[in-house]
C-alpha cells in the first residue's frame, strides 16, 4: 500500500476541517473492509485517511417507537445485532447486517461504509430503500438530506460531493401491521457476494396492502429501487396473486448482465423468486396470512 | 512521512510501538512486536487466520491499521493459554486432530473462544456459521466443528453451576 496519513478527529467539526484542509485527497475511514482492500489493490489513491470512529455522532444508535432509529453512519453490524431493541424493530435490518461477510467481518464493517462504498452488490442498501431510511449528510457548507434510492448513482460512486461526510441514517418507526425482510440467493451458505438480492417492506390495513416498497441488489448499476413493484401491491388483497405480479414487476425492473457469478437472465429470473419470498416473509413479518 | 507511537494493551500487557499509518495490526503483530501467532493467509480480510480479539470482538488484524490499536485491547493467539496450562479450546483441537499445516489454526481458537464465552452451548449451525469467516483449506472443517464442541462440552462441566 502507498504511504498514507492518518487522522483521528474527535469531533465532527475536526473531521469536516480535515477533509477541508486535504481536499480530494482525504478519505473516510470506517471499518475499512472496502477500503484497505481497494487501497492494497491500487484502486483508490488517497493519501490521508480520516478515522472517523471516534467522532460522537457517527457511533450513535438510538431508537423510540415514536421517532423511530437514527443510525451513526460508523456503527459496526455487531453493535447493531447485538441491540435486541433495534434487532425487534427492524428485522430486515439484522437480516443484512448479520450476512455481511463473516463475523470478524461484521465486528469492523459499517451501514455507512456499505452505502458509501457504492456497490450494486451492497447487502445493506436494498433494505435502507425498503424501510425508506433518509440520509443525513454534511460539510463545511452545511447540512442536507438524501433518501437512500438517490445514495448510489453509479458502481463505486455515491451523490457526495467533496468534503462531505454522511453523518447518520434516520430510519422512520415501524407503522403498525409492517413488516421487512432481506434476501440474497449466493451459491455458497455464506461468505459470498450476491447473485441478487431482494428488501422489500409491507405495510397491511384490512386483509390489503396499504403500502410497499421493494428494492434489488445486484441487477443494476446500483442498488435498484424497484419502485413499480411496490407499486402492484398497494390496494390489493393480501394474496398469493398480488404477490406475483410484485414478483413479476421486479423481475422487469431488473437490469442485469452477465458475469461469472450469474446470467443477465438468470438473475432476472432470481429477482422474482426472490422478490415473492421476501414479500411472503414480510407478511408474516407484519402478522398478516397469506 | 513520520511514523506515529502507538499505545495499546496487549494480551493484557502494556505496549508501545511506532508503525506507519499504512501497516497493519497484523503486520506490527508480527513485524514490530514479533507475536507471529497470529498469521496472513489472504490479506483481505477472506481467511480469518489473522484473527484477533478487540476491545471485545473479532476482527481480521489484516483489515485493522496499527495506528487503530491505539487504546484499544488486543487479545492474539499468544494470549489464549492459561498460565503454563493450555485452554480447552487449545487441548480439544490438538485431541481432535483439528489441525494438519497449522496456518488457519490460530484464528480458529481465537473465534472459538469469543464463540464460546457469548454462546457456551453453539448448535453445529451456530458453530459453522461463526466461523463462516475462517478458512481451513487441509481438515475439511468436520474435525474442526467436532473439536469445538468438544471444547463447549468440557467448558461447561468446568463452569460452576
Ligand atoms: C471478506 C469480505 C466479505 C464481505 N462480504 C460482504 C457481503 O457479504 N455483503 C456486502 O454488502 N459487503 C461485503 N463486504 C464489503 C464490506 O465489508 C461492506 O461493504 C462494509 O459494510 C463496508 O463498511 P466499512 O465500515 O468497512 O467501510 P470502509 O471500508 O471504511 O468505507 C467504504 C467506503 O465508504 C467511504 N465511507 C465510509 N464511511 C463514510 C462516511 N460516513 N461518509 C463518507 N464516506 C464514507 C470510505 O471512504 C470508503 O470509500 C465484504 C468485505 C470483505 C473484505
Ligand atoms: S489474512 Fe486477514 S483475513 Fe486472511
Ligand atoms: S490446517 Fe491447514 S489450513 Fe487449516
Same mark, same amino acid.
Given at each position: ?108 464493517? =459499517?451501514? +455507512? !461504509?456499505?452505502?458509501?462504498? *457504492? %456497490?450494486?452488490?451492497?447487502? #445493506?442498501? @436494498?433494505?435502507?430503500? /425498503? $424501510? ?6 454534511? =460539510?463545511? +457548507? !452545511?447540512?442536507?438530506?438524501? *433518501? %437512500?434510492?438517490?445514495?448510489? #448513482?453509479? @458502481?463505486?460512486?455515491? /451523490? $457526495? ?6 453523518? =447518520? ?122 | ?161
Amino acid at each position: 500500500m502507498h504511504w498514507v496519513d492518518y487522522q483521528r478527529p474527535e469531533s465532527l467539526d475536526a473531521a469536516l476541517q480535515a477533509f477541508a484542509a486535504n481536499a480530494g485527497n482525504a478519505k473516510a475511514l470506517a471499518g475499512g473492509t472496502d477500503l484497505l482492500v481497494q487501497m492494497r489493490a491500487g484502486r483508490c489513491a488517497s493519501g490521508v485517511l480520516v478515522d472517523i470512529k471516534n467522532i460522537p455522532e457517527l457511533n450513535e444508535m438510538s431508537y423510540s417507537p415514536e421517532q423511530g432509529l437514527t443510525l451513526g453512519a460508523a456503527v459496526p453490524c455487531y453493535r447493531i445485532y447485538g441491540d435486541k431493541t433495534v434487532s425487534a424493530a427492524y428485522p430486515a435490518l439484522i437480516d443484512a447486517v448479520s450476512i455481511i461477510g463473516g463475523t470478524q467481518i461484521q465486528g469492523r464493517a =459499517s451501514v +455507512g !461504509g456499505n452505502l458509501c462504498n *457504492a %456497490a450494486p452488490s451492497a447487502d #445493506v442498501v @436494498p433494505v435502507l430503500i /425498503a $424501510l425508506g431510511v433518509v440520509c443525513k449528510v454534511t =460539510s463545511a +457548507g !452545511g447540512t442536507r438530506e438524501i *433518501a %437512500a434510492e438517490d445514495f448510489c #448513482v453509479a @458502481p463505486g460512486k455515491n /451523490a $457526495l460531493a467533496a468534503g462531505e461526510l454522511l453523518v =447518520s441514517l434516520h430510519f422512520p418507526p415501524p407503522a403498525l401491521q409492517s413488516g421487512a425482510r432481506y434476501i440474497r440467493f449466493i451459491p455458497r451458505n455464506e461468505m459470498d457476494i450476491a447473485v441478487a438480492g431482494a428488501g422489500v417492506s409491507v405495510t397491511l390495513a384490512d386483509g390489503r396492502f396499504s403500502a410497499a416498497r421493494v428494492a434489488l441488489a445486484s441487477v443494476a448499476p446500483t442498488p435498484l429501487f424497484a419502485r413499480e413493484a411496490g407499486e402492484a401491491l398497494v390496494g390489493r388483497p393480501v394474496h398469493a396473486a398480488s404477490i406475483a405480479k410484485a414478483a413479476a414487476a421486479a423481475k422487469a425492473a431488473a437490469k442485469p448482465i452477465d458475469d461469472m457469478r450469474g446470467t443477465a437472465a438468470y438473475r432476472r429470473n432470481l429477482c422474482a423468486v426472490l422478490t415473492r419470498r421476501a414479500l411472503e416473509d414480510a407478511v408474516a413479518r407484519a402478522g398478516g396470512k397469506l | 512521512m513520520k511514523k506515529t507511537q502507538v499505545q495499546t494493551i496487549v494480551n493484557g500487557r502494556p505496549v508501545e510501538f511506532l508503525c506507519e499509518p499504512r501497516q497493519s495490526l497484523l503486520e506490527v503483530l508480527r513485524d514490530n512486536l514479533s507475536l507471529t501467532g497470529t498469521k496472513e493467509g489472504c490479506n483481505d480480510g477472506n481467511c480469518g487466520a489473522c484473527t484477533v480479539e478487540m476491545d471485545g470482538r473479532i476482527v481480521p488484524s489484516c483489515l485493522v491499521l496499527g495506528v487503530e490499536a491505539e487504546g484499544a485491547q488486543i487479545v492474539t493467539i499468544e494470549g489464549i493459554a492459561l498460565g503454563s496450562g493450555l485452554h480447552e479450546v487449545q487441548k480439544a483441537f490438538l485431541e481432535g486432530a483439528a489441525l494438519q499445516c497449522g496456518v488457519c489454526t490460530p484464528g480458529f481458537i481465537v473465534a472459538t473462544k469469543a464463540l464460546l464465552e457469548q454462546n457456551p452451548n453453539p448448535t453445529e449451525h451456530e458453530i459453522r456459521f461463526w466461523l463462516a469467516n475462517n478458512l481451513c483449506r487441509c481438515t475439511g472443517y468436520d474435525k474442526i466443528v467436532r473439536s469445538v464442541q468438544a471444547a463447549a462440552c468440557r467448558l461447561q462441566e468446568e463452569a460452576p453451576a
